[in-house]
């Protein structure tokens, strides 16, 4: 079993940081891992992406703003988000695959606000 587990969000002002953590079972050794994120009224987007062997993607809108990283065992994923503008406020969720399945978390709200 996965069952990932999202920590870390809450309420930061316009240029903040905040770091989301994505906890898997121990042992659960999932393969590709992802960030999503959903705002009011608009479609879930991918966020970052980063494979087993560390290789990531990355949304245009958070280029240079996140990074996205992962323990060696697969567990555990992290986003740290930087330089936080109010479009970056969404219920944020990861996934992780393995064995062909795609497990989700319940989501984290992040809101952006003065």
């Known amino acids: 079993q996965v069952h990932p587990v999202e920590q870390g969000g809450g309420l930061a002002q316009p240029g903040g940081s905040l770091t989301l953590t994505c906890a898997l079972e121990?042992?659960?050794?999932?393969?590709?891992m992802a960030w999503y994120r959903r705002a009011p009224g608009r479609q879930r987007e991918l966020v970052a992406q980063?494979?087993?062997?560390?290789?990531?993607t990355y949304a245009d809108s958070v280029k240079g703003r996140f990074t996205v990283s992962r323990d060696n065992a697969g567990n555990t994923m992290w986003l740290q988000m930087n330089n936080l503008n109010p479009e970056d406020t969404a219920v944020y969720s990861c996934?992780?695959?393995?064995?062909?399945?795609?497990?989700w978390g319940q989501g984290t709200q992040v809101t952006v606000s003065s």
């Open positions: 996934n992780a695959e393995k064995s062909g399945v795609i497990f």
């Open positions: 121990i042992f659960a050794r999932s393969n590709d």
């Open positions: 980063i494979s087993k062997g560390g290789e990531t």
